[in-house]
């Protein structure tokens, strides 16, 4: 697996940590990754402090992600974003729905 | 064993020759008086000397300091027979250079006894001079091994100074040679890599492993790898080259271009310390490896902890020997005593914590090689100047058709052939999103002919890539062309790309990339690119990436 999904110490964050590449090669991947999401999950964090390369696709499958849990009220983060990532998600106003770290 | 007899009376050396040769010692030499004893000494360079004290000319006393000196380093007894017995002269004898003394008329015995015991020391002393000499020429060719091996150590562990300038460190070895290692090199991507380490034990026989790992390190500092994969790589040479009872605690540091935000491989080393300029806070990176050079590769776990700071914070990575200090009550300073040297509120130096574990240890000496490397956030932008690009033009030309567009590799062989050009790594985030965007929008809608529309649903979108994969995978005709160019003149990338496809409407394109579901692509390369022009109806699409700095 390219992708890992875990629950946090809290037992409230749920970690979806992304590798090199977070690409339309994902797409099955990073849907399963929050398929089960347990019930005590408040927030979802998306680890990409490992990810180099991305591309727009990587951008529909995180609203896709907002959109299929849009019934729970969850908050959700982005997180060790490097410079050229964290770029690419200011370039399309993701701050405005992800919060960004 | 050759015996000179010097003494002026025949009658006496015929009396010592006889008894010499009863007693087995038949390689003798006679002289007549100390002038002709010392010309036959240097003639025949006997082992044993008897030396009558009573000689007209030159009398004992005066011959046994020649002897002795013509001798040199080796042991020449001289044994001194004398008809005189007052204390005095006796122990004259021995004042001048003489070993012992046989009172006139000489007992055969004692004499024959006394012989014997200094032929026994003579041959212990020409043993032990054996043993210096060969300890002498061991002792010159160690000194000149080493000599060699620290002209290649100075030679393989050169950091640059443009990188070491941003460093506040100290190196104390506690032999010759250093068990530690601190390497730093400038990233491609901006920024830089250092490394700490500390192997087994100290002196020549720990320091020779810092030759791979400097080699190893640098190369793949150079090539952009990350630190995990720097740590996996040396794991995996030190494995392979160290014995099982030698490893290297390390820490690989990847810093970003912003000097601010750390990506950190931790295996054996006291926990890194990270000091917020502004409250004092610390945060540790404690070590979650194991040490390089034990695991097998696939037992191997490159995960690093990712943390960041903020400008003029410090971080502080050292190894044991500067913890492991004792107090003269035998308590170690560990990293509390460590943490709590670093934690006053000024900025703290490498030489300022050194001789706090001087102070501790007070007056025992330095027991293990000690390391100390202080980085403090800053920007790192002046390093990308470390990467030129190519003075010469070049051009990539890539046609593909049918089958080959079914190909996962596509983006990352074009990746490798761009990225082996020198200075390009640091622009190979963008370029990897622009070389997508274009090849996935040529083939998607240009030879595939997906829409769009289907991409607004979730189920929808996860249905595109579906259909995607499956059109794909069946896909005989079709063609995608690459023209990548580079021109130096101009610091720029021109990349052109263009399907077999029907084109579209270019002038229908959303602008705004976050409400809209699809078209974030163009966006995307509106932004990142200096230029982006659609031509052939749609079909052609034509980018200029700017490399300049």
């Known amino acids: ?101 | 064993m050759k015996i000179l007899i010097i003494d002026d009376e025949s009658l006496n050396r015929f009396l010592l020759l006889h008894m010499l040769e009863e007693e087995g010692y038949t390689d003798c030499y006679e002289a007549k008086n100390g002038q002709e004893g010392i010309q036959l000494a240097q003639e025949v360079q006997p082992d044993l000397v008897l030396l009558d004290v009573m000689m007209p000319g030159m009398d004992g006393f005066a011959v046994a300091p020649v002897l002795k000196e013509m001798a040199g380093d080796n042991y020449l007894p001289v044994i001194f027979i004398t008809s005189l017995d007052d204390k005095e002269s006796l122990a004259r004898c021995l004042e001048v250079g003489g070993d012992d003394f046989v009172a006139k008329p000489f007992d055969k015995l004692i004499l024959a006894a006394k012989i014997r015991a200094h032929d026994r020391i003579r041959q212990l002393t020409s043993k032990i001079e054996q043993q210096n000499q060969s300890l002498r020429y061991f002792q010159q060719s160690v000194d000149r091994e080493h000599a060699i091996v620290e002209h290649i150590f100075n030679n393989a562990i050169v950091n640059k100074e443009l990188v070491t300038d941003f460093f506040d460190f100290s190196l104390s070895p506690a032999a010759v040679f250093n068990g530690d290692v601190f390497l730093c090199e400038s990233s491609p991507a901006g920024g830089l890599y250092f490394l700490v380490g500390d192997f087994t034990g100290h002196g020549l026989a720990s320091a020779i492993g810092v030759l791979p790992v400097s080699r190893t390190f640098r190369f793949l500092a150079r090539k952009g790898y990350s630190a995990g994969e720097i740590a996996a790589q040396l794991n995996t040479t030190l494995g392979s080259l160290l014995p099982p009872d030698m490893f290297c605690a390390a820490a690989v540091i990847e810093v970003d271009a912003s000097g601010c935000r750390f990506n950190i491989w931790n295996g054996g080393l006291p926990s890194l310390l990270l000091k917020s300029s502004t409250n004092l806070s610390m945060y540790k990176v404690v070590s979650r490896h194991m040490a390089l050079g034990i695991l097998e590769s696939d037992e191997f776990d490159a995960e690093c902890e990712i943390i960041e700071g903020e400008p003029g914070d410090q971080l502080l990575v050292y190894t044991d020997g500067l913890m492991e200090v004792m107090d003269e009550h035998g308590k170690m300073a560990d990293e509390e005593g460590v943490m709590s040297w670093f934690s006053s509120p000024e900025t703290i130096t490498a030489a300022f914590l050194f001789e706090r574990a001087a102070e501790y240890r007070a007056d025992s000496i330095q027991a293990d090689d000690t390391t100390i490397v202080i980085f403090s956030c800053q920007s790192l932008e002046v390093l990308k100047e470390d990467f030129a690009t190519n003075e010469l033009p070049y051009s990539i030309h890539l046609t593909l058709q049918g089958r080959e567009l079914n190909n996962p590799h596509i983006i990352s062989s074009l990746m490798e052939m761009i990225n082996s050009q020198p200075g390009m790594t640091l622009v190979r985030s963008d370029l990897y999103t622009i070389l997508s965007e274009m090849f996935n929008n040529a083939l998607e809608h240009g030879v595939l002919k997906l829409s769009s529309d289907l991409k607004s649903t979730p189920d929808g979108f996860h249905q595109y890539y579906q259909r995607r994969d499956t059109l794909l995978a069946n896909l005989t005709e079709g063609e995608i062309a690459f023209k990548i160019l580079f021109k130096p003149s101009e610091s720029a990338l021109d990349i052109t790309i263009s399907d077999s496809g029907d084109g579209f409407d270019v002038s229908a394109l959303d602008e705004d990339c976050l409400t809209a579901c699809y078209g974030r692509g163009i966006c995307f390369l509106r932004e990142l690119c200096e230029s982006v022009r659609f031509s052939d109806n749609g079909s052609t699409l034509s980018v200029r990436l700017s490399m300049a700095k």
């Open chain 1, 1 to 101: 697996m390219t992708i890992t999904a875990n629950l946090y110490d809290d037992n409230a964050t749920w970690v979806i940590k992304l590798d090199d590449k977070f690409d339309f090669g994902k797409v099955q991947e990073f849907r399963d990754a929050y398929q089960s999401l347990p019930e005590d999950v408040t927030t979802v964090e998306v680890d990409l402090g490992q990810t180099e390369y991305m591309d727009s696709s990587a951008l529909g499958m995180l609203l896709n992600m907002q959109k299929s849990l849009s019934e729970r009220s969850l908050a959700y983060k982005i997180t060790h974003c490097r410079p050229q990532v964290a770029r690419i998600l200011t370039i399309s106003r993701f701050d405005k729905k992800f919060d960004i770290s």
